[in-house]
């Protein structure tokens, strides 16, 4: 069965400078790879995907991922954090099936 | 607005009532997805359609929910005899498929349909 794992439930980072969100999946075959962003309130927004070809994938607002096949990962990356960057981010797999499964969740704080 | 809309955004009800979710997708998508998120969970997959048709349901989906979309357009999910256990939001979402388009096989969501079992 297709899994994801986010191993940190909450990352801080002060604002300025660089972000992680890591993500780690487990699929028998070749992956479909995604982030997505929940903001309070509101449903869950797509951020980037990874489907095939180049293994960084840039997104919205500025966020990118790196798929690494070998390592089984595809962390979330900013170079430059905003404080409206905080937020929950998920982390999404789709294989043979149909359908995403989603982590648990990272909650993402932006220190001014 | 073209995106996935979801009603009603909350839902308070008593234990053994039933409740029913309604969910307009994005018109063009032929695909349309329910999850449930509880607090501090991600979102867990209940079922999907493609056109009308049912064609995957979890083994989250007892006997008490049921999902329909009757023409290929919107959804009803509604739950029966409802339990404390049930207390969660109730996400939707829409996509199209094919390949060869920066949308493809991205799930939309709605704000989802929040429901608190007293």
Redesign the interface.
Known sequence: AQSVAQPEDQVNVAEGNPLTVKCTYSVSGNP?L?W?VQYP??????LL?Y?TGDNLVKGSYGFEAEFNKSQTSFHLKKPSALVSDSALY?C?V?ER?????????TRLTIIP | DTG?SQDPRHKITKRGQNVTFRCDPISEHN?L?WYRQTL??????LT?FQNEAQ??KSRLLSDRFSAERPKGSFSTLEIQRTEQGDSAMY?C?SSATGTGFSGA????????SRLTVL
Request: glycine share 16%; no cysteine; proline share 2%.
């Open positions: 479909y995604f997505y309130n509101r449903g869950l927004q797509f995907k489907i998920f999404a789709r099936e149909e359908k995403l499964t989603f982590g648990t969740g | 996935v695909r997805y501090g969970q991600g979102p867990e997959f999907y064609l995957e996400l979402a096989n991205v799930l939309t969501f709605g704000a989802g």
